[in-house]
């Protein structure tokens, strides 16, 4: 059974700066993609970033590309999401997400992740 942990997420002044970190239980994270999405409310789910199993793909939305950036550690079984130059539009409840597949590609649709954290709140004030 696997179980995602989020936290980092916290109240921050536009331009700053947050690293959110997702840490994975169990002994087969380093087979699967995992991903970052966010949801707003009275929004829907949406794609933030994607990296595969070993790290050699990643992918981000438009609207983060350039400042954000995904990375994973597959000894301590942790995703991050470094978050620089966050925007009011940022805030959201992030979450992370493990890939369905083993050894699959990363993909920008929820269906494609079958296991999900509680969230992390990241608030942006202008």
């Known amino acids: 059974q696997v179980q995602l942990a989020e936290s980092g997420g916290g109240l921050v002044r536009a331009g700053g700066s947050l690293r959110l970190s997702c840490r994975a239980s169990g002994r087969t994270f380093s087979t699967y993609a995992m991903g970052w999405f966010r949801q707003a409310p009275g929004k829907e789910r949406e794609f933030v970033a994607a990296?595969?199993?070993?790290?050699?793909?990643?992918q981000y939305a438009e609207a983060v590309k350039g400042r954000f950036t995904i990375t994973r550690d597959n000894v301590e079984s942790t995703v991050y999401l470094q978050m620089n130059s966050l925007k009011p539009e940022d805030t959201a409840l992030y979450y992370c997400?493990?890939?369905?597949?083993?050894?699959?590609?990363?993909?920008?649709?929820?269906?494609?992740?079958?296991?999900w954290g509680q969230g992390t709140q990241v608030t942006v004030s202008s």
């Open positions: 990296i595969t199993y070993s790290g050699g793909s990643i």
């Open positions: 997400a493990q890939g369905r597949g083993i050894l699959g590609p990363i993909s920008v649709l929820t269906i494609d992740y079958n296991y």
